[in-house]
């Protein structure tokens, strides 16, 4: 295990804050400057993030579609959407006469708050996480769900029917799919008996919980992908933008940067679920061990702790980016039918399943 | 006729309209359907036309016999050379003359790669429709090849303008059969990846099984042609009852189906690009020796008289009525687009069902707008 503490980056961590420390006595202003350099950091990190999932869909797509993709603005067209992003700034934010102005500015604000405020309980390495708080699942499935209020909000407030339609589609979509998201969570909470993130991490030394729970864990990862998919209004499930029905839905009446926050909000939510299924199916940033192979293991160990998570979190995300450029988009009652009476009744069943397991330590 | 369309109708409680069109992406041109919807269900539709009416009819009226043809590329756009064909096989008909057997075997490859071409861009447009982006992508590769032949051939990708009456305007380009058959191969190839990416998805299954359904009576009643009547069991392909160019020489089979639903709908269209790839591959090794073109007087002038000659586009049945005063413009040409019908049956079929299928349903008819509008 000393390799693992080798790239862990507490370390780091430690040192800035005795840094900070020994040159500011008062405590509240010293909560005060970490707070802020954590929000910083977090803020830039999360928008190169964005760029950086934004580059691989276009890339992802263009892989799929027998295309090149962005590939003159940078190294392999890696600042194109940098170019975009400066061109959004500049272009005008309207604001459609009719609309409720209040809540129409507010609704992208909203949307990316709610996505950004999950990031906190994420352990991106070993030991560093923003806040390791002890209901961390719970605390990211209930604050990612906020983000309906901002859909809401938009398709209400824009004064178009197609926003409107588009805004009842994802409310309607993102309730139901919600109890699918969370009994997959909860299948992972019942086998390691608790609910912080770093503690679930920590259950997972001697193996994933995808390997160490039999099938029903298995069936929980497919759940949850599927169900997270669809909160995240993303395709086969992006019934709320459906371009080719609603011309856009709830974000049809937005342009310039409060556009580019619904993108960047969809974008930081990709990352938390992908994120999410990695930390509890995939062990986080919990190297792959096979069982006695001692050198083998050993070898895993040397790669850093954060490749491990990003490695794991960026797999789901091209999962979830391969099959949006796959398959065609569901209808909305098809849409809750597969929620309400197939997800729902198997999630149920799956939990007895997994709680089963782990009443009797079935489970590796 | 107009207080036909604009039927009054009152908004009850609860219910809304919306405006589809007239730009909107999944109405593929300025076509403007007003919606009345409850909730996500759809009452009451009424499409409104008109808004890229070039009067094609009318400009005929003042152009040459030689000239109006091309006139009509603009219309299908989609199937510029089908739509050349007929207009060349009516002034034909009035001249009492007929093609070459080159041009008449010449004409008929090419109509049959123009309707593979343009049931590719509808199958990858009813992808795109469902939300489904890639097979767009894999539509267009083979389409791209296909217009490269007709580039090297007529001249053009697009519109056409090769057919001229009696015949072809210029002989084929040497490497026609070569490249014919270099694409057929390719197309046959990649049916396979068609049917892997789109036919069996389940997701798309469920989205198109039973949706819009169009009984034969209502397929026979409201005048729809072409696929969209052969999927409701109405046997109806011009090729089969009233073969023109070299159709009465192949062996081909007219694809029926009974289901009458959307899906049923895209399986003719699939199994017709089957048919149409057979039809090529009967006749391009056989194309006959000798001159292209019938030889014809500068200026033509029709007999008085009338003359109708209907041809089997992609989407249906498409009439040219010519009538003549004996001078060297049509007194009036009247077209009769399969669009048109088909357009007049969406409102009755799309009743009842919800939005996500209504663009379900304008897909698996395969409206071309400006076919509508003329």
Redesign the interface.
């Known amino acids: 295990m000393k390799s693992v503490i080798l790239y862990s980056l507490s370390g780091f961590s430690t040192y800035i804050h005795n840094l900070l420390s020994s040159n500011i006595g008062n405590n509240l202003i010293l909560l005060i400057t970490e707070l802020t350099i954590i929000g910083i950091t977090l803020l830039i990190s999360l928008v190169l993030l964005c760029f950086f999932l934004g580059w691989m869909e276009r890339r992802v797509?263009a892989f799929?579609?027998?295309?090149l993709g962005p590939n003159r603005v940078g190294p392999q067209g890696t600042l194109q959407i940098v170019a975009d992003t400066v061109k959004l700034l500049f272009k005008e934010g309207l604001t459609p006469s009719k609309s409720d102005k209040f809540l129409f500015n507010l609704a992208p604000f909203i949307v990316v708050v709610a996505a950004m405020m999950a990031i906190a309980p994420l352990a991106f390495a070993k030991n560093f996480s923003i806040f390791d708080i002890n209901i961390g699942v719970l605390y990211v499935s209930s604050v990612s769900s906020l983000s309906v209020l901002g859909v809401l909000m938009a398709g209400w407030s824009s004064y178009n029917?197609?926003s409107l339609?588009g805004a009842m589609?994802s409310g309607a979509q993102i309730v139901s799919y919600e109890l699918s998201v969370g009994l997959s969570l909860i299948a992972i909470v019942v086998l390691s008996g608790n609910t912080s993130l770093g503690e679930i991490i920590n259950s997972q030394q001697n193996g994933w919980w995808i390997f160490k729970g039999h099938i029903p864990a298995i069936i929980a990862f497919v759940i949850f992908i599927i169900a997270s998919t669809a909160e995240i209004n993303r395709?086969?499930f992006?019934?709320a933008e459906?371009?080719?029905?609603?011309?856009g839905g709830f974000n049809t009446e937005y342009s310039g940067m409060k556009f580019a926050m619904f993108l960047l909000a969809e974008y930081i939510n990709l990352f938390v679920v992908s994120a999410m299924g990695a930390t509890l199916f995939l062990g986080g940033w919990m190297p792959f061990h096979i069982g006695n192979w001692e050198s083998f293991n050993q070898i895993m160990d040397y790669i850093p702790s954060f490749v491990w998570f990003m490695g794991k979190t960026f797999l789901i995300i091209f999962i979830i980016m391969w099959f949006r450029?796959?398959?065609?988009?569901?209808?909305?009652?098809?849409l809750l039918k597969l929620e309400w009476k197939y997800l729902l009744p198997i999630s149920m069943i799956n939990i007895i399943l997994i709680t089963l397991i782990a009443i009797m330590g079935w489970h590796f | 006729m107009r207080g036909l369309i604009e039927e009054d109708y009152t908004t009850k409680e609860g219910e809304?309209v919306?405006n589809i069109g007239p730009q909107?992406?999944?109405t593929h041109g300025v076509l403007h359907l007003k919606v009345w919807l409850n909730g996500?269900t759809i009452i009451k539709i009424q499409p409104h036309l008109g808004y890229i009416h070039r009067s094609i009819e009318k400009m005929s009226e003042r152009l040459s016999y030689r000239n109006f043809i091309f006139a009509t590329s603009r219309m299908d756009y989609l199937a510029a050379h089908i739509n050349n064909e007929a207009c060349a096989l009516a002034v034909e008909k009035g001249l009492q003359i007929e093609a070459t057997p080159r041009a008449k075997v010449v004409r008929t490859i090419l109509s049959e790669l123009t309707r593979l071409s343009s049931h590719q861009l509808w199958w990858a447009s009813t992808?795109?429709?469902?939300?489904?982006?890639?097979p767009?992508?894999?539509a267009f590769?083979e389409r791209e090849a296909i217009l490269d032949i007709m580039d090297e051939t007529c001249g053009a990708r697009l519109t056409q303008n090769y057919m001229v009456p009696g015949g072809l305007m210029n002989d084929i380009h040497p490497n026609f059969q070569k490249r014919t058959k270099e694409v057929l191969k390719q197309i046959k190839e990649k049916f396979k990846e068609y049917d892997d990416?789109?036919t069996g998805?389940v997701?798309?299954i469920?989205?198109t099984k039973g949706v819009g359904y169009l009984s034969k009576e209502d397929a026979l009643s409201y005048g729809v042609t072409g696929p969209t009547a052969r999927a409701s069991g109405l046997s109806c392909d011009i090729r089969k009852w009233a073969p023109y160019s070299a159709y009465p020489s192949v062996d081909f089979e007219e694809i029926l189906d009974t289901e009458g639903d959307s899906y049923s709908r895209y399986l003719i269209r699939m199994k017709e690009m089957k048919q149409s790839v057979s039809i090529i591959e009967q006749l391009i090794d056989n194309i006959p020796e000798g001159d292209f073109q019938e030889k014809t007087k500068n200026v033509i002038k029709l007999p008085k008289g009338e003359f109708y000659q209907r041809v089997e586009t992609p989407r249906g049945e498409l009439g040219v009525y010519i009538v003549s005063e004996g001078m060297s413009s049509p007194y009036r040409i009247k077209y009769r687009s399969p669009n048109f019908s088909n357009l007049s049956v969406l409102p009755t079929i799309a009743k009842g069902y919800?939005?996500?299928?209504?663009?379900a349903i304008m897909a698996t008819i395969d409206l071309v707008i400006p076919d509508i509008d003329r």
């Open positions: 797509a799929m579609e027998l295309r029917k197609y339609l589609r395709a086969p992006d019934l459906a371009d080719q029905e609603l011309t450029w796959t398959f065609p988009r569901l209808r909305v009652d098809q | 809304f919306i909107h992406p999944s996500e992808g795109l429709d469902l939300g489904a982006v890639t767009f992508f894999y590769r990416i789109l998805n997701i798309f469920n989205r919800k939005i996500g299928d209504l663009v």
